[in-house]
């Protein structure tokens, strides 16, 4: 797959078959839409481009909402794709000025002229263009005058999706981590820098690995306890992951850290991606480190049994 930052570093394709959406979680009501557009492709001799945008238009239109947390950065979402074989990643960077095309110079400039499109499969509610008037109407009437088709997603696929995303959100949110990853269609996962953290956990035998997620977007599921894999370089262990502000020891911030089962390596600065499968317990507030010691010692036990150590 290739991957362009701009539009303006794609170079135009004779027969291009494209869709557009932000595609946040590549779930599973997304990825029936990209197996229909590779089809499409496949029978048209075409290739497949994806394009998407970043920000997401929410954060530049109303940077005041740091509410906007999305299931998958903008670097995991592309590796996502990839996985899936879409040919042509588009990262369209967002802004006001692009947001101020009129609906007809956005069909031109960007559809027609730099990708090339022949095909364009959306959504009956995808709207684009100057305060979002443009839509399907606008793709149907100008296709015939530009030399491409339109094939709408039927309105219960684009329904699927919107649940399916809504559902993934709320669903980690409240540590629902099974149910997400059933939509999903692969295990939630973060990916991280591993920092050096305050030595706690190796003081009562089970040293952890603190990471810091730098995208303040990246959506992280309920405070808790995790049976986890994290893959450091090529390898996977598995492990038990904690979110919380470790009440015990009377933390302030909200940490991520894993334990990582039969491992005692130095990875400050790594990156670190960490899947996670299973919700063991919440988060909670012991009255010595003995008595959490003794939770996390039960915590092991009940991870290895759900990953099947």
């Known amino acids: 797959m290739k991957i362009y930052h701009n539009i303006n570093e794609f170079t135009r394709l004779k ?34 481009v994806l394009l998407t945008f970043f920000p997401h238009p ?21 590796g996502l794709l990839e996985e899936l074989g879409i ?17 007809e110079e956005y069909i031109l400039d960007v559809l027609v002229n730099k990708i090339g499109t022949k ?11 100057k305060d979002r008037h443009g839509g399907l109407e606008d793709l149907l009437r100008l ?3 530009y030399g491409f088709d339109v094939v709408e997603i039927p309105e219960q696929d684009i329904n699927e ?4 995303s809504t559902r993934v959100r709320t669903a980690l949110l409240n540590g629902e981590i099974e149910l997400a990853n059933t939509f999903l269609g692969y295990p939630f996962f973060i990916t991280g820098k591993v920092v050096r953290g305050d030595q706690i956990g190796r003081k009562i035998g089970y040293p952890t690995a603190n990471i810091v997620i730098e995208e303040k977007y990246k959506l992280i599921p309920a ?3 995790f049976a986890v894999k994290a893959t450091i370089g090529f390898i996977v262990y598995k492990g038990m992951a904690y ?17 990582i089962f039969d491992f005692d390596e130095e990875i400050y600065n790594q990156q670190i991606r960490m899947e996670f499968y299973n919700f063991v317990r919440d988060d909670m507030k012991f009255s010595s480190l003995d008595e959490l010691k003794a939770q996390i010692a039960q915590d092991k036990i009940d991870v290895e049994r759900l990953l099947g150590q």
Do not use: C, W
């Open 161 to 164: 999706v919107a649940i399916s």
């Open 15 to 48: 027969n291009a078959v494209v869709t557009i959406g932000t595609f946040d979680g590549v779930h599973i009501g997304h990825r029936k839409i990209i197996s229909g557009i590779k089809e499409l492709a496949e029978t048209t001799g075409g290739e497949t």
């Open 87 to 103: 040919d042509h990643l588009i990262i369209t960077p967002f802004s006001r000025d692009f947001s101020n095309q009129t609906a």
């Open 223 to 225: 405070d808790g306890i």
């Open 119 to 129: 095909k364009i499969v959306i959504g009956y509610d995808h709207r684009f263009g």
């Open 243 to 259: 979110i919380g502000s470790r009440p015990t020891v009377n933390g302030l911030n909200r940490n991520i850290e894993v334990n």
């Open 58 to 78: 929410r954060m530049i239109l109303h940077p005041e909402d740091e509410s906007i947390k999305l299931i998958n950065t903008i670097n995991e979402k592309a």
């Open 143 to 145: 296709g015939p005058v």
